[in-house]
Structure formats: structure tokens, C-alpha cells
């Protein structure tokens, strides 16, 4: 597994897996919310516990697929004209997690095309994901993502 987005070895590790297993780490739980460790919240994440669902996973719309993945990855795709989502703040809804059995095909995902959450979430979920408000993950203007 690699990270062809930013070309850093540093990022592979196993605690990016771990949305892979959210249901998992909470049998009981209806629902999980992920923030990276790099997000700020500065209002109630009740708000996103509570919001109304029709898939299993919610974030943010970001660049369409043609214009955020490289050519390389266009063939995992059904139609590179969908948005991607950002992957650091997450609605997930565990009973379909559970349901979909989506850990074992991100998994067999990443496997399969060697690359790290990003790439493989929105290709398992693309066009399949509620969308969330932009103010809830954003890049703060002028800043370099990886020193944010």
C-alpha cells in the first residue's frame, strides 16, 4: 500500500485503516462521526450524529473525480464527472456498515489497488454519499493542507 497522492511513506500506516472498523470498535453504536486529527470543531458535532441519512457514509463534495485523482485511477470509476469527498470528516452510518459489510470491500479495495483511505473510500461510495454542508471540512485559505 502506498500514498501516490502526496508520495509520503509516513502516511501508511495502520491507524488510517481504522474508519475501515469503526462498526466494528463499536458493536452498539448506530452511528460513528470521524474527524482526522487535524480538524477543529467549533460548534456541536451533535448536529451531524443527528442528521438524516439514505447511505452509509456523509462528508463533504469536493473536486470532481477527473479533476482531483490522477488519470491512473480514472478506471476505478463508473463516471469521473462525480465528486469526490473529503475523507477527514465523516458521518458514518454503522447499521449499513454492518449490513454492506463495507469493511471487508474497502479492504479487498485496498488490496486490490494499493492505495491508501482516500482513493479507496471514494471509490466504494462514489455517488453513494450524503452530502455534508462545505463549512463542516475545509482547508483554511492559503495554507498547505499538509502543514494545516
Not at 500514498?3 to 448506530?30: I, M, Q, T
Request: glycine share 8%; proline share 5%.
Amino acid at each position: 500500500v502506498k500514498d501516490s497522492g502526496y508520495g509520503r511513506d509516513d502516511l501508511v500506516k495502520p491507524e488510517v485503516f481504522a474508519r475501515y472498523h469503526v462498526a466494528e470498535y463499536l458493536p452498539d453504536a448506530p452511528r460513528a462521526i470521524w474527524l482526522d486529527t487535524d480538524t477543529i470543531a467549533r460548534s456541536s458535532v451533535g448536529t451531524l450524529f443527528r442528521m438524516r441519512m439514505r447511505h452509509a457514509v456523509a462528508a463533504t463534495a469536493g473536486k470532481r473525480i477527473r479533476d482531483y485523482f490522477k488519470p491512473e485511477f480514472h478506471g476505478l470509476f463508473a463516471d469521473v464527472d462525480r465528486p469526490t469527498f473529503s475523507t477527514g470528516v465523516l458521518v458514518l452510518d454503522l447499521g449499513r456498515w454492518r449490513a454492506e459489510a463495507v469493511a471487508g470491500r474497502l479492504e479487498r479495495l485496498t488490496l486490490a489497488t494499493g492505495e491508501l483511505d482516500t482513493l479507496v473510500l471514494n471509490v466504494a461510495f462514489e455517488g453513494v454519499f450524503d452530502v455534508l454542508d462545505p463549512r463542516w471540512n475545509f482547508v483554511a485559505v492559503g495554507a498547505d493542507p499538509i502543514e494545516v
